[in-house]
């Protein structure tokens, strides 16, 4: 099919609809590591946090994933935190404490 054509439907081809509906992430842990993922725009940070820490062997509910700053809801999606492609969540892991010793 040549640029320009329509399709048997009387729709041209949209090529770039994968790659607008898709955004550029990575997560980052603390030692460094970078994790690159293409991720749909409109759906829930949840499953890509789960793909992460499965890929990754960690204990999702001991993981804290931070976002310029502030903690990422599971139920946020990208568009909802004005993410850009390239940006980077930091995978954290979770701090108990806060005591102080006598």
């Known amino acids: 099919m040549r640029s320009g054509e329509e ?3 009387g729709k041209k081809p949209n090529h770039d609809q994968s790659v607008v509906s898709k955004i550029a992430l990575s997560i980052k842990s603390q030692d460094g590591d970078e994790v690159y993922y ?5 759906k829930k940070l949840q499953h890509l946090f789960l793909s992460y820490c499965k890929q990754k062997k960690l204990n999702y509910d001991a993981i804290a994933f931070v976002y310029d700053g502030k903690r990422v809801k599971a139920s946020n999606t990208p568009v909802e935190m004005e993410m850009v492609d390239g940006d980077s969540i930091d995978a954290m892991m979770h701090q108990d404490g806060g005591a102080t010793c006598s």
Request: glycine share 0%.
């Open 7 to 9: 399709t048997s439907k």
């Open 38 to 42: 293409r991720f749909p725009r409109d």
